[in-house]
């Protein structure tokens, strides 16, 4: 199974600042990529996706940008507010399928 | 729209009981959902995909026979933990994909936090 440390990768930003939170996949032939946002003692919540015959889309306040060569992922949140403040989870998904791996997360912090 | 419930949302159970975990869609129908496993600061991890009226396939590593999955309906999976040993304390999430929906389309549960003791 995969292997995660116990301590997620925390990312402190400024209200208002924008905030950049990147993921490394691992599957070449992943053709479909999310974000979710995570709050504590929650289920996930859908943020934005991409295909992966798309390299960048853009949402309210977020964009997410592919770069399949390198296999990268990242969502960019502009002028990132308190309620920002979860983990952030990659997810990538194979060939038409609902089946997604995650990625390990990122937590965002928020500071006044 | 394209909710998605659990119950309980918490339990505590004593070492060596079983419990029961229960996944509904709320205003959509599911062929397919899915259960997660997530611990503490950690990501989820895919424990099983359930199709209805048919056999869960389980991950690798995933004991079927410990965690046993039905998914009797098109609005209901449940996730049984067998047995369950303190080392089964976890965030169970729960997902499922619309019937005649996209090919990605998936929507989560809020999670059932359990304690085995």
């Known amino acids: 199974g995969e292997s995660v440390g116990l301590h997620l990768p925390t990312l402190s930003v400024q209200e208002g600042d924008n905030s950049i939170i990147n993921c490394a996949y691992s599957?070449?032939?992943?053709?479909?990529f999310i974000w979710y946002k995570q709050e504590s003692g929650k289920g996930p919540q859908f943020i934005i996706d991409?295909?992966?015959?798309?390299d960048k889309r853009q949402g309210q306040r977020v964009t997410v940008l592919l770069n399949k060569t390198v296999k990268h992922l990242s969502l960019q949140i502009a002028a990132t507010q308190p309620g920002d403040s979860a983990v952030y989870f990659c997810a990538e998904s194979t060939g038409g399928g609902n089946k997604l791996t995650f990625g390990t997360g990122t937590q965002l912090k928020v500071e006044l | 729209g394209a909710v998605v419930s659990q119950h309980p949302s918490r339990v505590i159970c004593k070492s060596g009981t079983s419990v029961k975990i229960e996944c509904r869609s709320l205003?959509?129908?599911?062929?397919?959902m899915f259960w997660y496993r997530q611990f503490p600061k950690q990501s989820l991890m895919l424990m099983a995909t359930s199709n209805e009226g048919s056999k869960a396939t389980y991950e690798q590593g995933v004991e079927k026979d410990k965690f046993l999955i039905n998914h009797a309906s098109l609005t209901l999976s449940t996730l049984t933990v067998t047995s369950a040993h303190p080392e089964d304390s976890s965030f169970y999430i729960c997902?499922?994909?619309?019937?005649?929906?996209?090919?990605?389309?998936?929507?989560f549960g809020p999670g059932t936090r359990l304690t085995v003791t």
């Open positions: 599957n070449s032939a992943s053709d479909y």
């Open positions: 997902s499922a994909s619309p019937s005649g929906g996209g090919n990605y389309e998936q929507y």
């Open positions: 991409i295909r992966s015959n798309m």
């Open positions: 205003d959509f129908q599911a062929t397919t």
